[in-house]
């Protein structure tokens, strides 16, 4: 450990304290180390690469969308981003209720207003209230409505042509709509 000390400075000795005859000593020391490792002979042997780059992934013509993406996202992924999302939706206290007749009283004019092409989406934000407007290849518009509290909501059943709505405490959401 003391030559160690020594070699690097720990003898506390000036920069100004060294001699010439130590530099020379230490520049010789290195010229003898140092040894030729590959000569000309002893080159690494090139490699011819010979297939096509990229993926190799060989799915049948009648693989879905679905059957690609499931190539690269894991159903295991899928498990920790889900309750990821969730807890940020819920974070920033933004739920999606689902679709808006378009004659739904107090929908913002400019969403009605507005052609969207094809793949296009317009929205328009009133406090805690969103409205979304997106076109789908060449079909209607649809809207979608986002609130900020998860309060209440109702829970509709359809059984032999019958449908029936059962109360799950509705509020919030009418009352930003002005629904009676």
């Not at 040894?35 to 990229?54: A, L, N």
């Not at 689902?98 to 092409?117: D, E, M």
């Not at 209440?152 to 959401?173: D, I, N, V």
Request: one cysteine or more; glycine letters at 6%.
């Amino acid at each position: 450990m003391s030559d160690f000390v020594d070699q690097f400075g720990g003898d506390q000795t000036s920069d100004s304290e060294v001699t010439s005859s130590d530099e020379s000593d230490f520049e010789e020391e290195i010229e003898g180390s140092w040894t030729h490792i590959i000569g000309d002979d002893q080159q690494p042997q090139r490699v011819e690469f010979t297939s096509h780059p990229g993926p190799k992934i060989h799915l049948p013509d009648t693989a879905k969308p679905v059957d690609y993406f499931r190539l690269f996202i894991s159903s295991r992924f899928i498990e920790l981003l889900v309750p990821e999302t969730n807890r940020y939706a819920d974070q920033w206290q933004t739920l999606a209720t689902g679709t808006v007749r378009t004659n739904r009283k107090g929908l913002p004019k400019q969403l009605l207003a507005t052609k969207l092409n094809s793949q296009e989406i317009c929205e328009r934000r009133k406090g805690s209230l969103l409205c979304i407007a997106y076109k789908d290849h060449g079909k209607r518009p649809v809207l979608l409505s986002t609130k900020a509290t998860y309060s209440r909501l109702y829970k509709h059943h359809q059984f032999q042509g019958q449908t029936t709505a059962e109360a799950k405490m509705c509020g919030p959401l009418q009352q930003m709509y002005g629904w009676s």
